[in-house]
């Protein structure tokens, strides 16, 4: 969210275009020892919730310090932009605290991702986490979807068991969770959940990415 005082990010813009029709969005960059148990954030600040997190983990043994030292930059600008967002204080311990302890297992034991990898919807719904956590980054007053009927048209061909070739200019490892809140945005949130995209090595091996 740049613009805003305090924050010296640069914004960033997604563009997905499909025969014609094309999707925007502006949003803000983000730049192991065990978390456990959730927050109690119906008394702290956000500030006090990433210095809550930040303090567990420098405090637990074995606790990496150069991560720790990486995750501190990662959520103080998470944090400017949820507090710009107007995420509640509630919702934004349980998503940080959710974000860390994922990372922390990713280091511990790595997901080994197949050629065809599909979302894991159980026992927690790492799909909906990730739209949920991405969202207050997408500024939404600076971010459409323009091309009318053509998302209904899209959903009618992948209900007929054809294909549709989405094309982007791949901005950052968010974009599927960019695309997806787009497309909940205008009423068609299925379409999200039924993307399948081409990913790098990063994102299947970097423990920042993988949740």
């Known amino acids: 969210r740049p613009g805003e005082p305090g924050h010296n990010t640069t ?14 969005a502006a949003f803000a960059p983000m730049p192991r020892a065990r978390v456990g148990s959730r927050l109690s954030a119906s008394s702290m600040t956000h500030e006090a919730v990433v210095a809550n997190v930040l303090e567990k983990l420098s ?15 990662f959520l103080a600008e998470y944090e400017t932009s949820a507090v710009t967002a107007g995420m509640p204080v509630e919702e934004f311990g349980r998503l940080v605290t959710t974000m860390v302890t994922q990372v ?16 894991v919807r159980e026992p927690l719904d790492l799909y909906e986490f990730g739209n949920a956590f991405i969202k ?7 971010s459409t979807a323009m091309g009318g009927d053509i998302w209904g048209q899209v959903e009618a061909q992948l209900d007929a068991g054809e294909n549709v070739i989405f094309l982007s200019n791949h901005q950052s490892e968010i974009d599927p969770q960019v695309m997806s809140i787009l497309f909940e945005d205008i009423g068609h949130p299925s379409l999200g959940e039924r993307v399948v995209c081409v990913a790098g090595h990063k994102v299947t091996t970097d423990p920042l990415a993988i949740p």
Not at 59 to 73: I, N, P, W
Not at 136 to 142: D, G, K, S
């Open 136 to 142: 207050p980054l997408v500024i939404a007053e600076e």
């Open 59 to 73: 405090s637990a043994q074995g606790a990496d310090a150069r991560f720790v030292q990486q995750l501190s930059g």
């Open 11 to 24: 914004a960033m813009r997604a563009l997905l275009v499909l025969a014609g029709a094309a999707a925007a």
């Open 104 to 119: 922390q297992a990713a280091f511990v034991e790595p997901h080994q991702f197949s050629g065809y990898h599909q979302a």
